[in-house]
């Protein structure tokens, strides 16, 4: 019990705000038109180093091209033409489609349908085209037997094609839709019963509304459609976590033509909440993701947008029970319309990694941590408390640094208050320490790590998984 106040009071005390620094990222030879549109994260050639699969498509269709951004180091990039033959290159996908530990590219288009790039491990591709219309792929094991399939949701359908080995695919039509609208579509286990599940939204037609839907999967690939919300205006983009610390699947929407980013709070028994998370964003929300910056054990969100005049790039810090605080990242111009979230400078947090269609560059904001809030607790020490991998599966590691010798105590809590394991207690002189928790035969769950550092104490959520 006095560790749930802890939760609540302290970590405005000891924590400050996650802070991102903005660079744009210097690329040589890059084609005179670029016009960046959707970004992925990968290292195509082994080099140990995040490289970037850009696709850039041109309005008139005759500068349309899928690149490389290779990853040089010291922060260069170098660009190389993946293809430049395909109209309309837009959404992306990276993943092992044959199993030979390379990251290959699926690419749809708004003209040609979708093609594959096997990557042969040096950035080498070669391509398979398939006569499928589609927007956005995914890349992911969707019926379980251990290799990599394909999910896409296309104009009027959504699809899936089970890979057979030997990049030989089988169509499935999941469903035929009236309209789909943007990159809508998200693979999640909805009714955790350990199988994948479709959440995405549509416009129908004969009803004059736009649907959020999901397709329940009955464990052998076949849906059942069921609505979770109708709405005037369209679901521009949406993603699936559990927000609120409950062990079930929230969603999370933006509405471009409103500027509302809405989240569904899963009640249980297909039932949702629909709560108005903020309806202030400056210009036409574009574009939004889930992911735990501030390494606090939940999922915050980010969402970007704009246009050449007005642009924004939104961080959501979720407090664990579905309460949110918006901060404005960056406000400058950009037509921003995707973007990804990757460790890109290897430091053990998420950076936001957007493409901007005006000005023409690639944007990364680079996640440096929290920051102290009080002139005592400044004066006290300096630290920067990492816990990762948070969630983990075994093993987790607390860091932290201290600039005066003080007091310190970490310990890992059970939510009955009970004390599971002692990190330190004692005197500590100034420096870096790093401290691992091997939990053991320690069930699955959510546990806290209580840190106190000289008058200072704070706790927070540390999730096993099972």
């Known amino acids: 019990m006095i560790l749930a106040v802890l939760v609540g009071l302290c970590t405005a005390n000891l924590f400050g705000q996650?802070?991102?620094?903005?660079?744009?990222?210097?690329?040589?030879?890059?084609?005179?038109?670029?016009?960046?549109?959707?970004?992925?994260?990968?290292?195509?050639?082994?080099?140990?180093?995040?490289?970037?699969?850009?696709?850039?498509?041109?309005?008139?269709?005759?500068?349309?091209?899928?690149?490389?951004?290779?990853?040089?180091?010291?922060?260069?990039?170098?660009?190389?033409?993946?293809?430049?033959?395909?109209?309309?290159?837009?959404?992306?996908?990276?993943?092992?489609?044959?199993?030979?530990?390379?990251?290959?590219?699926?690419?749809?288009?708004?003209?040609?349908?979708?093609?594959?790039?096997?990557?042969?491990?040096?950035?080498?591709?070669?391509?398979?085209?398939?006569?499928?219309?589609?927007?956005?792929?995914?890349?992911?094991?969707?019926?379980?037997?251990?290799?990599?399939?394909?999910?896409?949701?296309?104009?009027?359908?959504?699809?899936?094609?089970?890979?057979?080995?030997?990049?030989?695919?089988?169509?499935?039509?999941?469903?035929?839709?009236?309209?789909?609208?943007?990159?809508?579509?998200?693979?999640?286990?909805?009714?955790?019963?350990?199988?994948?599940?479709?959440?995405?939204?549509?416009?129908?037609?004969?009803?004059?509304?736009?649907?959020?839907?999901?397709?329940?999967?009955?464990?052998?690939?076949?849906?059942?459609?069921?609505?979770?919300?109708?709405?005037?205006?369209?679901?521009?983009?949406?993603?699936?976590?559990?927000?609120?610390?409950?062990a079930d699947q929230d969603i999370i929407v933006i509405h471009w033509e409103t500027n509302e980013t809405v989240w569904y709070e899963n009640m249980g028994d297909n039932n949702f909440a629909r709560h108005v998370l903020d309806s202030d964003f400056n210009q036409n929300p574009e574009s939004l993701s889930l992911g735990d910056l501030d390494q606090d054990g939940d999922q915050d969100v980010i969402a970007v947008g704009g246009n050449a005049a007005i642009g924004e790039v939104i961080f959501f810090e979720n407090d664990g029970n579905g309460q949110f605080a918006k901060r404005i990242i960056d406000d400058s111009q950009g037509n921003r319309r995707h973007f990804s979230l990757a460790d890109f400078d290897a430091d053990e947090d998420l950076d936001v990694i957007v493409p901007n269609n005006f000005p023409f560059e690639i944007d990364l904001y680079l996640n440096e941590g929290r920051t102290t809030l009080t002139s005592e607790t400044e004066n006290a020490f300096v630290f920067n408390l990492r816990c990762f991998p948070n969630p983990s599966q075994k093993e987790t590691n607390l860091s932290f640094v201290l600039r005066k010798s003080t007091y310190v105590s970490l310990q890992i809590y059970d939510l009955s208050g009970s004390i599971v394991a002692t990190l330190v207690q004692e005197e500590l002189l100034p420096g870096s320490y790093d401290f691992s928790w091997d939990r053991g035969e320690k069930k699955g769950g959510v546990y806290l790590y209580k840190f106190q550092v000289g008058s200072f104490v704070s706790a927070q959520k540390l999730i096993l998984l099972e």
């Open 18 to 246: 996650v802070q991102f620094s903005k660079v744009v990222l210097e690329v040589e030879n890059l084609p005179e038109v670029f016009r960046p549109f959707d970004v992925k994260a990968a290292d195509l050639n082994g080099d140990a180093l995040l490289d970037l699969v850009v696709t850039s498509p041109h309005p008139q269709g005759d500068e349309d091209r899928l690149l490389w951004l290779r990853n040089d180091g010291n922060d260069l990039f170098s660009s190389f033409e993946i293809d430049a033959t395909i109209d309309g290159p837009e959404g992306i996908a990276v993943g092992d489609l044959n199993d030979d530990r390379h990251p290959d590219i699926a690419l749809s288009s708004r003209l040609n349908g979708l093609h594959l790039f096997i990557n042969d491990g040096a950035a080498n591709f070669s391509r398979i085209d398939v006569a499928l219309n589609s927007k956005f792929p995914w890349i992911l094991d969707f019926d379980q037997d251990n290799d990599q399939d394909l999910l896409v949701i296309g104009v009027f359908g959504i699809y899936w094609l089970s890979n057979m080995g030997e990049l030989n695919f089988t169509l499935d039509t999941i469903d035929f839709i009236d309209v789909s609208h943007n990159r809508c579509l998200i693979p999640i286990d909805l009714d955790n019963d350990l199988d994948w599940d479709i959440v995405t939204a549509v416009y129908s037609v004969s009803e004059g509304n736009n649907r959020l839907v999901w397709y329940e999967n009955d464990g052998n690939e076949n849906f059942t459609k069921d609505t979770i919300d109708t709405q005037p205006v369209p679901f521009w983009d949406a993603d699936v976590s559990d927000l609120d610390g409950d």
